[in-house]
């Protein structure tokens, strides 16, 4: 037990895979959501766990309620309603992940998830505020789940290698590029739902990854805004030994010794044979 535990905390948070990292996150804040309301449901206090993640979690989809909730922005996006929802989020984010990890790096993955679940929860937003088809309910409207997110990175896999195909059961061998149109088509036709919100954040998103691809291939990396700039050394200005000087026949420190004699005794006081290396130091 001790090791499966130690092996799942190295995978997801040691490990350096953001794959491993994002599922690992979702699928721990998920338990913890839902543990925490299994309590609140049998001690009958009145507080509903969903009702306070809609509230204060998810992304309101009124403007009005944006600025005193922008975080929301962010959190919604690892908050899940119910198990299938975070299922299937998480098989499409391992599925497409893995390809996506196959060809391209941990920041440019780090970047399609959070920027695909940023856009996305804000292109939601601007549909439904845009349209006065949807002005009716918004003021109780929220946003939750990580399918932008999860859509940003299946629609980068889809468009970086569209023919790369995967088993699937009943159909078998399918390649990427039609489930990401099948996707992408029930997203289109959910937006006259009563989840019109969710599925416009998984359009966003979708249209996050496909741009990034297409600005990736045209050799702008949308990711380096990530990169880890070097940081400054300080480079100590360290002036090598002075090496002391030597002249024929007669040492530095001779010559230092006959100048001590000098300052203190005089010039008179020294002997000829110092006078005579003094000489000689003079002349070279």
């Known amino acids: 037990m001790n090791n499966t535990v130690k092996d799942l905390k190295f995978k997801i948070f040691q490990s ?16 913890i959501t839902s543990i925490i309301g299994v309590f609140i449901f049998l001690g009958q206090s009145g507080f509903s766990m969903d009702q306070f993640i809609n509230q204060y979690i998810g992304l309101p989809a009124s403007i009005s309620r944006l600025p005193e909730r922008f975080y929301t922005v962010l959190t ?46 804000l292109f939601a937003v601007a549909i439904l505020n845009i349209f006065p088809v949807y002005s009716g309910g918004l003021a109780m409207v929220s946003i939750v789940g990580a399918s932008a997110a999860v859509n940003a990175i299946i629609f980068a896999a889809a468009t970086l290698v569209p023919n790369y195909s995967l088993m699937l059961l009943f159909l078998g ?30 359009i966003g998103g979708a249209l996050l990854g496909f741009l990034f691809i297409k600005s990736l291939q045209s050799g702008r990396d949308w990711s380096k805004m990530f990169e880890r700039k070097p940081k400054l050394r300080v480079v100590k200005n360290e002036k090598p030994p002075i ?14 010794s006959i100048l001590d004699k000098i300052s203190t005794s005089g010039y ?17």
């Open 173 to 202: 061998e399918v390649k990427i590029k039609w489930i990401a149109l099948v996707y992408f088509f029930l997203d289109f036709l959910a937006i006259g739902s009563i989840n019109a919100g969710g599925s416009l954040a998984h």
């Open 243 to 256: 090496k002391k000087q030597e002249f024929k026949g007669v040492s530095q420190q001779e010559i230092d």
């Open 16 to 31: 350096g895979n953001p794959l491993f990292f994002y599922i690992g996150i979702n699928v721990i804040i998920f338990l």
């Open 76 to 121: 919604y996006m690892f908050f899940h309603d119910g198990i299938l929802h975070i299922l299937f989020n998480m098989l499409g984010l391992f599925w497409f992940g893995s390809i996506f990890m196959n060809f391209l790096n941990s920041r440019q993955f780090h970047f399609v998830y959070l920027a695909g679940g940023i856009f996305g929860g």
């Open 268 to 284: 008179d006081k020294l002997t000829a044979s110092e006078k005579e290396k003094l000489f000689k130091a003079s002349k070279d």
